[in-house]
């Protein structure tokens, strides 16, 4: 039997623009540490896609907190996020569309995202995505993360899926480089966060979400 065709999706700047409820939570997270220093979302957007603890490390260099116990703000800004992740983020135009215009033509859908597993699926939730997806691969779901092709493997296996018969589309190099080492063709998301340069190695380049249905069915089959 041919195994069912599979979108993967990234999260952050791809699904959803969750820039303003990561720019909230950096600024919660450095007025709980008495900092003077406040960021805004240009300087938090080129920080967001290698997962939370990288996103940390990067806020705390910005606001020159030197002398802070990383593993403390990590886990308090991971607890804060989860529990407000829904607060400012949107869904980028036709998100739900396309994913709805997917499902009705038989592909499978599932999401791979450096974010924490239970704040992804919280925010998918709020924005009536979750039940669209056959699996949701956290940054925290597997030993490996992005751009770790043992991540996008572990969330398509979950998914039901094969890596030659899905695409992963993303708007970061770690979603492209994590397909071209699982096997699987990728498509670049032009309207997230990452800079045109990270779509070196993509099969194709959306410029919005509704391309996606077309492109994915050119490059797998039925």
């Known amino acids: 039997m041919t195994a069912p065709r599979l979108v993967v999706f990234d999260l952050d700047g791809t699904l959803v623009d969750t820039l303003d409820d990561l720019t909230a939570c950096a600024n919660r997270l450095l007025g ?17 896609g290698d997962g939370v603890p990288a996103l940390v490390r990067r806020v705390l260099r910005r606001a020159g907190l030197a002398e802070v116990d990383e593993t403390a703000a990590i886990a308090g800004f ?5 529990q407000r992740a829904a607060e400012a983020s949107r869904a980028y135009p036709g998100a739900t569309e396309t994913l709805d215009a997917l ?15 239970a704040a992804a699926r919280h925010l998918l939730t709020a924005l009536g995505m979750a039940d669209y997806l056959d699996a949701i691969g956290g940054g925290d779901s597997f030993p490996a993360r992005k751009p770790d092709p043992a991540h996008l493997l572990g969330t398509i296996e979950q998914a039901g899926g094969v890596p030659a018969r899905s695409v992963m589309v993303g708007d970061h190099r770690n979603d492209i480089e994590a397909a071209r080492g699982a096997g699987v063709a990728s ?14 190695g993509s099969r194709a380049r959306a410029g ?3 391309e996606i249905p077309a492109l994915a ?3 797998i089959r039925e």
Request: with cysteine.
């Open 208 to 210: 919005a979400l509704p």
């Open 103 to 117: 499902r009705r033509d038989g592909w499978r859908l599932a999401v791979c995202t450096n974010k924490p597993e």
């Open 217 to 219: 069915a050119a490059m």
């Open 78 to 82: 991971a607890t804060d996020y989860e």
């Open 32 to 48: 709980r540490l008495g900092a003077d220093r406040r960021l805004v979302a240009g300087e938090v957007r080129p920080m967001v």
């Open 187 to 200: 498509i670049f998301a032009g309207w997230g966060f990452g800079s045109e340069a990270m779509a070196q």
